[in-house]
């Protein structure tokens, strides 16, 4: 069955969430168990690579849903590196997403554009009013000077 693109990544995003819950709750309970400190620590490591796997699937998502807007606004951005401060590569997946900060100065150039965009678009359309309202008075002053 086909769904917009963005229904289907709201699914996968609520799903992966689903699924980080469920396995936080499943080492809650198995830290509740914890005797020792090795154990507890065993715990909160396998809680982290577990829950790992899912936050890069919902950080994925969501930078390919910002890099289809930027490309959409032509809003140039950097490309993955190794060496970039706004993208990283992660553990499980080896896919590249956008850092915090890589996230916000894409939102921010996006923002801008659009911006833009809008000034220019109001600009135009404060010409053509302009344009159509002194047509409207040519037109009433030419068909009252003609005459009945």
Same mark, same amino acid.
């Given at each position: 069955m086909w769904m917009p693109l963005r229904i289907t990544e709201a699914v996968e995003i609520a799903r992966n969430r689903r699924a980080i819950r469920r396995i936080d709750r499943a080492y809650d309970v198995e830290l509740a168990k914890a005797k020792t400190a090795n154990?507890?620590?065993?715990? %909160?490591?396998?809680?982290? /690579? !577990?829950? #790992?796997?899912?936050?890069?699937?919902i950080e994925a998502i969501k930078t390919r849903r910002l890099l289809r807007k930027a490309n959409s606004l032509d809003v140039p951005y950097e490309y993955p590196s %190794?060496?970039?401060?706004? /993208? !990283?590569? #992660?553990?499980?997946l080896h896919t590249w997403h956008l850092t915090t900060i890589g996230?916000?100065?894409?939102?921010?150039?996006?923002?801008?554009?659009?911006?833009?965009?809008?000034?220019?678009?109001i600009t135009?359309?404060?010409?053509?009013?302009?344009?159509i309202g002194s047509l409207t008075g040519l037109l009433s002053v030419w068909l009252s000077a003609r005459g009945p």
């Amino acid at each position: 069955m086909w769904m917009p693109l963005r229904i289907t990544e709201a699914v996968e995003i609520a799903r992966n969430r689903r699924a980080i819950r469920r396995i936080d709750r499943a080492y809650d309970v198995e830290l509740a168990k914890a005797k020792t400190a090795n154990d507890r620590e065993n715990a %909160e490591n396998g809680r982290h /690579w !577990e829950t #790992s796997l899912h936050v890069d699937a919902i950080e994925a998502i969501k930078t390919r849903r910002l890099l289809r807007k930027a490309n959409s606004l032509d809003v140039p951005y950097e490309y993955p590196s %190794e060496t970039s401060s706004i /993208w !990283e590569r #992660s553990r499980q997946l080896h896919t590249w997403h956008l850092t915090t900060i890589g996230y916000s100065e894409v939102r921010k150039a996006i923002r801008l554009e659009r911006r833009d965009r809008r000034e220019s678009a109001i600009t135009w359309a404060g010409v053509i009013i302009g344009i159509i309202g002194s047509l409207t008075g040519l037109l009433s002053v030419w068909l009252s000077a003609r005459g009945p």
